[in-house]
């Protein structure tokens, strides 16, 4: 059974970092597409960044100000990605959930960002 676990949310303050990870317990790991989503309370869940399995790395349009704060990666070797929270703000608040496959195939829990003073 493949289990995908992300950690390392909690609170920050307006301007402060963290780093969120996600590890895999799945065959092929590098075969899979990784992408962190988010879903903020009343909204909808949305992307926040993938790493294709090519490496290439797309982040979302529709999410203002990422580029520049938000750092995507992956170790293939641990089977676990990465996502860097720079600058952060208070929209930044949401359950943060890591997917491996395009189309997403397999979910992870969640883990809750917290920006707040």
């Known amino acids: 059974q493949v289990q995908v676990v992300e950690s390392g949310g909690g609170l920050a303050q307006p301007g402060g970092s963290l780093r969120l990870s996600c590890v895999a317990s799945v065959n092929f790991f590098s075969f899979y597409a990784l992408g962190w989503y988010r879903q903020a309370p009343g909204k909808q869940r949305e992307l926040v960044a993938r790493i294709n399995t090519n490496g290439t790395i797309d982040y979302a349009d529709s999410v203002d100000s990422l580029m520049g704060r938000f750092t995507i990666s992956r170790d293939n070797f641990k089977s676990t990605g990465y996502l860097q929270l720079n600058s952060l703000k208070t929209e930044d608040t949401a359950v943060y959930y890591c997917?491996?496959?395009?189309?997403?195939?397999?979910w992870g829990q969640g883990t809750q960002v917290t920006v707040s003073s």
């Open positions: 997917a491996l496959g395009l189309p997403e195939k397999y």
